[in-house]
């Protein structure tokens, strides 16, 4: 079992800046990737980024690409995603995901966080 809890949500206005954090618990991580995805209301929940938690792979998705970055510390078993230059249309539900990356990357595995609301004004 893994458990994930996102922090740093928040509302900032147009150009701002967030960080968002995951912390992990529970089983081995060290075969997890670990990614976020995002659902704005009245839209289907869509994949942002990825990173793998041993090799260092990366994925983000175009919309954010330039903007958003994803890292991870593996002594605190915890993924960040620093979002510069937000944007209103990337107000949403943030939710973080773990799993193999075949799944994070695409749909989403089994484990999940409770989601973290981003709001940015313009």
């Known amino acids: 079992q893994v458990q994930l809890v996102e922090s740093g949500g928040g509302s900032v206005q147009a150009g701002g800046s967030l960080r968002l954090s995951c912390a992990a618990s529970?089983?081995?991580?060290?075969?997890?990737?670990m990614g976020w995805f995002r659902q704005a209301p009245g839209k289907e929940r869509e994949f942002v980024a990825a990173r793998g938690w041993s090799s260092g792979n990366t994925l983000l998705a175009t919309p954010v690409k330039g903007r958003f970055t994803i890292s991870r510390d593996n002594t605190r078993n915890t993924v960040y995603l620093q979002m510069d230059n937000l944007k209103p249309e990337d107000t949403a539900t943030y939710y973080c995901?773990?799993?193999?990356?075949?799944?994070?990357?695409?749909?989403?595995?089994?484990?999940w966080g409770q989601g973290t609301q981003v709001t940015v004004s313009s």
């Open positions: 529970g089983q081995s991580m060290g075969i997890f990737t």
């Open positions: 995901n773990a799993g193999p990356w075949m799944a994070v990357t695409t749909t989403g595995s089994n484990y």
